[in-house]
């Protein structure tokens, strides 16, 4: 016999849940949010996952909700367990994913009483967070009908504006009374908000007046149809788009390898190569000197294409255009004059220089992590979707191509601390397989990660592991601290490797010292088994900052 909580709140709750599709429930464990886990854990519909730690649960919650592209609901019990939420929380506001935190608390005239596990819950995420709502006990007055409207507006602004809304439940004791019937709640009058988008005779005139045209296409989800215009907008040769793996954007047009071709710009270069109209497309850009690049460069127009944000990043921002890009590029390409410019030209030329020295550098490289991330992005299957931690990883994955594979990684805040959860929440709601790439202290850093059962056994984690936070021995900077400290508070060097903690989670394990058994096991690490699998790749010791300077040098030698 199915038992459901008897608290009306949370029946209202998980009703318009199921009405608005919210089917995903990261649950963590607690009595407060007690009502909730037994609530939503009985009814059919939902997908309830049981993740101990917050924070990782946070992170599972938004890795699913990047595969799923709709919104995930995580509970926990209150007190300093919603706190843990934090980290994830931001990811969420600056990447745009929509989360729904739903935190159980105390009773309002509890907090600030000492009374045990509770904290100012209420409005805890409104510096990162699109909407913050707390409902009335059940006891209050009219509590059905206003939490009612309250969840609506919380889920409504969730799904309109793609980010974190934190939903506060104060629960009154006794938590654990029951029923064995739900009443029958009315459809609810979805009201969600559509925006309309007209392009305006003043952008045609600025597009078609424009002789240096540059698109620039930061972190963003694979979009067909985004794709198909950018390729109509290039064919002719009448923009530069310059992207990024993690733009998820392919054409043999595009400018995919910003760093290797723009890295040991000059000024002069910066006023050779700057354009006029500078378009941008997406969420954060990974590369710090393109960024420099426009900041320098000063285009005399710069639009920013996208629904939520209009971050003014080069310092030039002239047009804030609140749409999608592809309704924009729809309207666009039925107006505008698609001519050939120099423009481009003056890029394609520049870029066949850097890709061939690009592949004579190659062939001096010796066993280190750059060749390893050469290696590794020739060999991994077409249906693998490839998440990469921050800091080197997804640095080193833009100087190599990685086909049409779909990448991901959390640019929203760029930290590295919840990266392996969410490949892991991501691995769970996609029916392609997953692999994480992944440094050594991103990986130990989120270790909880690994910390579930749902883990599909077709997923791969390859840690790069190289004792030590390496991307301090590469940036300019640290080297201007003595070793030691550099050493042991920056870099944190250390001899760990994940031998015992891939046993501990039911994970195969392999390690790779050298590039003959790198080689020799790759092509089986991807075949099918019944655990997941990690490989860990030692290159400890290697030159691995010296070889990646040495790259950027040979990139702008003249020989």
């Known amino acids: 016999m199915k038992k459901y909580s008897s608290k009306r709140s949370i029946q209202v709750l998980a009703n318009l849940f199921q009405q608005y599709n919210v089917l995903d429930i990261i ?21 309830c996952y049981s993740i101990v730690d917050e924070r990782s649960a946070a992170f599972v919650g938004l890795g699913m909700a990047k595969s799923e592209k709709k919104p995930v609901a995580i509970t926990c019990t209150s007190g300093s ?16 994913i929509p989360l729904l935190i739903v935190t159980a608390d105390r009773p309002t005239d509890f907090v600030d009483i000492f009374d045990g596990q509770t904290i100012r819950q209420n409005n805890l995420f409104h510096q990162h967070s699109y909407g913050d709502f707390q409902l009335l006990e059940d006891s209050k007055e009219n509590s059905e009908e206003t939490n009612s409207s309250i969840i609506k507006k ?80 290039v064919k002719n040769h009448s923009v530069v788009i310059l992207s990024e793996a993690n733009s998820n954007l392919h054409h043999e047009k595009f400018f995919r390898h910003i760093d290797r071709y723009i890295f040991n710009f000059t000024d002069e270069d910066y ?37 939520v944000w209009q971050p003014d990043t080069y310092y030039c921002l002239t047009q804030k255009l609140e749409v999608k890009p592809e309704v924009f590029f729809s309207k666009l390409l039925n107006s505008i004059n698609l001519e050939p410019r120099p423009y481009y030209n003056l890029w394609d030329v520049l870029r066949d ?70 490949a892991m929440g991501f691995a769970i709601k996609n029916t392609n397989p997953t692999l994480l790439i992944t440094g050594d202290l991103s990986f130990f850093y989120d270790i909880n990660g690994l910390w579930n059962q749902y883990i599909p056994p077709f997923t791969r984690i390859i840690i790069f592991n190289n004792g030590e936070g390496n991307i301090f021995k590469i940036i300019p900077g ?14 944190t060097q250390h001899h760990k490797n994940a031998e015992m903690m891939a046993k501990h989670f039911g994970f195969s394990y392999i390690k790779v010292e050298d590039d003959g058994t790198l080689d020799r096991v790759l092509d089986n690490f991807f075949k099918a088994d019944i655990q997941p699998k990690i490989m860990e790749v030692s290159t400890q010791g290697k030159n691995n900052a010296e070889i990646q300077k040495a790259y950027f040098n040979y990139l702008k030698s003249k020989f």
């Not at 980290?87 to 506001?93: L, S």
């Not at 006029?276 to 900041?295: A, M, W």
């Open 81 to 96: 367990a919603a706190a843990n939420y934090y980290p994830a929380i931001t990811e969420a506001f600056y990447a745009n």
């Open 271 to 307: 006023l050779q190569y700057a354009p006029d109209l500078l378009i941008t497309v997406g969420q954060n850009v990974v590369s710090k000197k393109v960024k420099q690049f426009l900041r320098k460069a000063k285009p005399k127009q710069h639009w920013h294409l996208d629904e």
């Open 478 to 491: 640290p080297g201007n601290a003595n070793t030691n400290t550099v050493d042991e508070f920056i870099a």
């Open 154 to 233: 919380a889920i409504e602004l969730c799904i309109e504006k793609q980010g974190p809304v934190h939903i506060n439940i104060p629960l009154e004791e006794p938590l654990y009374d029951l029923v064995s019937e739900l009443p029958t709640f009315p459809e609810v009058e979805k009201t969600i908000k559509i925006k309309d988008f007209e392009i305006s005779s003043n952008i045609i005139a600025e597009w078609n007046t424009s002789q240096r045209i540059m698109i620039l296409v930061g972190t963003r989800d694979y979009s067909a149809e985004l794709e198909s215009q950018l390729s109509q907008l």
């Open 353 to 422: 220089k850097k890709d061939a020295k690009h592949q004579s550098f190659l062939n001096l490289v010796e066993f280190s992590d750059f060749y390893f991330f050469n290696t590794v992005s020739r060999r991994i299957p077409e249906n693998y979707n490839i998440h990469f931690s921050n800091s080197s990883a997804i640095r080193y994955a833009q100087l190599f191509e990685l086909g049409k594979r779909r990448i991901y990684c959390n640019r929203g805040t760029s930290g590295i601390d919840g990266s392996t959860s969410t």
């Open 27 to 47: 649950v963590s464990p607690g009595s407060r949010n007690a009502p909730l886990a037994i609530h939503f854990s009985e009814i059919d519909a939902f997908n």
